[in-house]
């Protein structure tokens, strides 16, 4: 099927730091989503953004994070700062349109010390 | 807000064995219900989707799911699994008339014996 990037698969950062998670999605997608997995657990959704424009965010997406995809180069998940709770699983997904299959990337495990 | 569970955490069949995934969904309105699998370590590859239509869904690999809305759910079946389709399993539901948003279930693990 259709591939998804995602740079860098591992990840391992100080509490406090930045961090910057990057996603290559499908090429003609138009809706870019960010899901969080904690180890053992169910995928939660954090963001989807379409247009430039968050269009939704769970409580899970906190003050500390932020979503752009600028110049359609990647979609992006920022943490700043970062705290040892964010450590997880971070998936990106596309979609074509809003209520379309989203095809998800192979994800990139962030590890907050 | 819309819920899904799957009832069973693991599942552990033999090689060519017939499996059924338990998915249930709660929402009082229209939704799209999909299937996702997850191989160790990867990322989610797409299975099904049920949109609208024949409640029976075929996918990729010889997998199935059907739709019922009298019971809230949308199981997953394979005739005769492989040790390849061992896995995690999500079953995920969207709101047709929200942004998107998926909501997945707690996974069931599939162990397929050889």
């Known amino acids: 099927g259709p591939k998804v990037l995602q740079i860098p698969s591992h990840q391992i950062i100080d509490m406090g730091q930045m961090v910057t998670l990057n996603c290559d999605p499908v090429?003609?997608?138009?809706?870019f989503y960010w899901y969080k997995q904690i180890l053992g657990q169910q995928m939660e959704f954090l963001v989807n953004?379409?247009?430039?424009?968050?269009?939704?965010k769970s409580k899970l997406f906190k003050d500390q994070f932020s979503v752009e995809r600028p110049d359609g180069s990647y979609f992006t998940l920022k943490i700043q700062p970062t705290a040892l709770e964010d450590s997880a699983v971070y998936f990106c997904?596309?979609?074509?349109?809003?209520?379309?299959?989203?095809?998800f990337g192979p994800g990139t495990r962030l590890l907050v010390l | 807000t819309q819920t899904v569970s799957q009832s069973d955490a693991h599942v552990t069949v033999f090689e060519g064995d017939s499996v059924e995934l338990r998915c249930n969904y709660s929402?009082?309105?229209?939704?799209?219900l999909s299937w996702y699998i997850q191989h160790h370590g990867r990322g989610l590859q797409f299975l099904l989707k049920?949109?609208?239509?024949?409640?029976v869904v075929q996918g990729v690999n010889g997998f199935e799911a059907e739709f019922s809305k009298s019971d809230s759910s949308f199981h997953l079946r394979k005739a005769s699994v492989h040790w390849s389709d061992s896995a995690v399993y999500f079953c995920?539901?969207?709101?047709?008339?929200?942004?998107?948003?998926?909501?997945f279930g707690h996974g069931t693990i599939l162990r397929v014996h050889p």
């Open positions: 929402y009082g309105g229209s939704i799209y």
């Open positions: 953004f379409y247009n430039g424009k968050v269009m939704e």
């Open positions: 049920y949109y609208s239509g024949n409640p």
């Open positions: 997904a596309s979609s074509l349109g809003h209520q379309d299959t989203q095809y």
């Open positions: 090429s003609n997608h138009l809706y």
């Open positions: 995920a539901a969207s709101i047709r008339a929200n942004t998107g948003k998926l909501t």
